[in-house]
Nanobody, 125 residues
């Protein structure tokens, strides 16, 4: 089992920045690929960014590429999402997710076994 706890969400003006953190406990963190997803009411959960176990590979949704950065610190069992130049369309509940599966499956929420409770990000325009 892996327990994930997100923090860092909140209310920010358009153009501002937030940094989300996800603290993991349980099984060996460094064996998991990690993802950040987001969801708004009535819509499916979508990938924001993902990072492999070593941090050597990342992927981003087209809508956030160049503005968001995913990183991880295996020594601290944590993954981060730095969000810059935030837009109103970034408003959502953001979820941290973990899975031990292959990197090729990292873009889809169905391929993650472990989820945090989510943190709300609201961007005012």
């Amino acid at each position: 089992q892996v327990q994930l706890v997100e923090s860092g969400g909140g209310l920010v003006q358009a153009g501002g920045s937030l940094r989300l953190s996800c603290a993991a406990s349980g099984r060996t963190f460094s064996s998991f690929r990690m993802g950040w997803f987001r969801q708004t009411p009535g819509k499916e959960r979508e990938i924001v960014a993902a990072i492999d176990w070593s941090g050597g590979r990342t992927r981003y949704a087209d809508s956030v590429r160049g503005r968001f950065t995913i990183s991880r610190d295996n020594a601290k069992s944590a993954v981060y999402l730095q969000m810059n130049s935030l837009k109103a369309d970034d408003t959502a509940v953001y979820y941290c997710a973990a899975d031990a599966g292959p990197w090729g499956a990292s873009a889809w929420s169905r391929n993650y076994d472990y989820w945090g409770q989510g943190t709300q990000v609201t961007v005012s325009s």
